[in-house]
């Protein structure tokens, strides 16, 4: 018989500004089952949103220790899209070149994230930015003040 695997739910988010310039990301965890919750930001100069959007879903999916069924929320299109689509795949196969025969912007990242992706069973959900969804809503408060604390010279807020 087949062991089920944890489900998690994600919310991640990136904050950039200017863009680019100083950024920040941010994952919420939500375990329904066991009832943990866990939040993870970061920083970084002289990045870019996607960029930020992008490392939030990575380091959420490391911060896994096991396989587990995930749900992603996120309001980035390209994060979503990327793997809603088949983006990443195409990508893949076509040597991290896009239709057009171009460079894959931050393909360091999307190979890191499609490697995580590839342990666990995935589900993209896509919402809306800054409307009232209480997950996202941390994730994007986490994300500014990680930005701005490493503009300021300050410590994390997590």
Known sequence: MPQSRPLVHVYCDGACSPNPGWGGWAALLISPVHGKTRELCGAEP?????RMELTGAIMALRALKKPCD???????????NGFSRGWVRNWERNGWRTADRKDVQNVDLWKQLSELVARHSVEWVWVRGHMDNAGHNRCDALAVAAREALANGLPLPV
């Open 46 to 50: 002289g990045s870019t949103n996607n």
């Open 70 to 80: 995930v749900v992603i929320h996120t309001d980035s299109t390209y994060v979503h």
